[in-house]
């Protein structure tokens, strides 16, 4: 189970100190699953505090279906794609670069024109979406989404927000994980879940990690999510965080 914190009833995270009444929640089993980063988990409790001394109500909510966001989300997430860029093939659409004939031509065309991730996600996407594995991978990822976004519905029935990592680690050095795909795509697993439920979100900066084996201070970022056409409220919860904490005037160094 996917236990969340949430129940936020605050006056003070409204547009004034005197507005509003928002719930806030952060998922406690998820967290403690995956964010084993000291700094951060340390950055995100005391983001919690944060929002209960500004008048938040925590309390434990489920997301059961939370698991298997990450391979929901790419199994569709790939299929869309491979749909979506198959016109792109050098006839009608994009560039164009020659061959022997219509097949060396549109492989030539395809295998210049898209990069390696792209490449990755059509071959993942037509293979999910062919016969014979249409309906063990896509049809099953589709209701695994409706299970997903059943549970942020019935969720936000009790609550206002929900309070999230933005990231299980902070920022990895650039091209650091260029070569493990399947690394760069768990980086996600605080912020899919929020497109496959059709759900708004904002990430804000709520800490550092600093010293160690980090030379120069990374950004830790605080995830809100709201419910459907419910960016009015994750707006007011977020503007409140930022004006109470400084960290959204500090800025990474990137030289």
Wanted: net charge negative.
């Amino acid at each position: 189970h996917a236990h969340v914190e949430a129940r936020g009833s605050a006056e003070d995270l409204g547009q004034g100190a005197e507005e509003g009444v928002v719930d806030g929640q952060i998922p406690h089993a998820v967290v403690a699953e995956t964010l084993h980063h000291p700094q951060g988990r340390a950055a995100i409790d005391n983001a919690v505090a944060k929002m209960r001394e500004l008048g938040a109500e925590i309390r434990d909510i489920s997301l059961p279906h939370t698991d298997y966001a990450i391979a929901t989300y790419y199994i569709i997430a790939a299929a869309e794609a491979s749909a979506n860029l198959a016109r792109f093939d050098g006839i009608r659409y994009c560039q164009r670069v020659e061959g022997s004939d219509v097949t060396d031509l549109y492989s030539k065309t395809r295998g210049t024109g898209f990069g390696e991730e792209v490449k990755r996600r059509i071959i993942l996407g037509t293979y999910v979406l062919s016969s014979g594995y249409h309906d063990a991978y896509y049809l099953r990822a589709q209701k695994a989404r409706t299970l997903i976004r059943g549970d942020f519905l019935k969720a936000f029935e009790q609550v206002d927000a929900i309070l999230t990592p933005t990231a299980p680690t902070p920022p990895w050095k650039l091209g650091e994980k260029a070569d493990d795909p399947l690394q760069m795509y768990l980086m996600d697993i605080y912020t899919i879940s929020a497109n496959l439920a059709g759900i708004c979100g904002i990430s804000v900066p709520c800490g550092f990690a600093e010293g160690g084996e980090y030379k120069k201070p990374l950004p830790i970022g605080l995830q809100l999510l709201g419910g459907p056409f419910g960016e009015e409220t994750i707006l007011r919860v977020a503007h409140a965080y930022e004006r109470a904490t400084d960290w959204s005037r500090r800025q990474p160094v990137l030289s």
